[in-house]
């Protein structure tokens, strides 16, 4: 095993989401609008908001067909296809991410199923400004198994 891949195992196992500084919404860039995919390691399933631990996949590229995937309809009017054309991949190459979905009450209404280590997700978000601090995420949009959810309203 690499001396980096052990040490991203040993980052993945020991990290705890709990521990991380919750950061105010203004302190994320949100004319930046990131792309991440890759394996959940850790999952925080409570409030004030669901978080994933994210090792990113390796060669991670932006899909050509971003822009045109659907999201669902009461999103749209907020940021929609616009924020997933801006989207671009991080600058900093830190293969773990903490991604910061919704409450837990948002999550419910859109039906999200409690994701579990091991699941393969991508999200669209925003980073701290400048990427600088912490890689954290707060995410707008979270695929998974084939959904759409826009984190950011509620479904109804």
């Known amino acids: 095993m690499s001396l ?5 195992l040993v980052a993945a196992t020991a990290w705890p989401l709990g ?17 991440l995919e890759g394996t959940v ?5 409570q409030n004030p908001h669901a978080e994933l631990a994210l090792e990113l996949a390796a060669g991670l590229t932006l899909p050509a067909d971003l822009a045109q995937r659907p999201v669902p309809a009461q999103t749209a009017p907020v940021d929609g296809q616009a924020l997933l054309a801006k989207a671009v991949l991080p ?7 903490a991604v910061e979905l ?8 859109w039906q999200v199923q409690e994701i579990r280590p091991g699941a393969m997700v991508s999200v ?14 707060r995410a707008e949009y979270l695929f998974v198994d084939g959904k759409a959810y826009g984190l950011r309203s509620s479904p109804a």
Request: net charge positive.
């Open 91 to 97: 600058t900093r190459k830190d293969r773990l991410w």
């Open 4 to 8: 980096q891949r052990r040490h991203l």
């Open 124 to 137: 669209v978000g925003f980073a701290l400004r400048e990427e600088k601090g912490d890689p954290v995420l």
């Open 102 to 109: 919704a409450p837990l009450t948002r999550m419910q209404a």
């Open 19 to 35: 521990a991380q500084a919750h950061h105010g919404w203004s302190s994320f860039d949100a004319d930046r609008p990131l792309y």
């Open 41 to 45: 390691r850790k999952v925080r399933w």
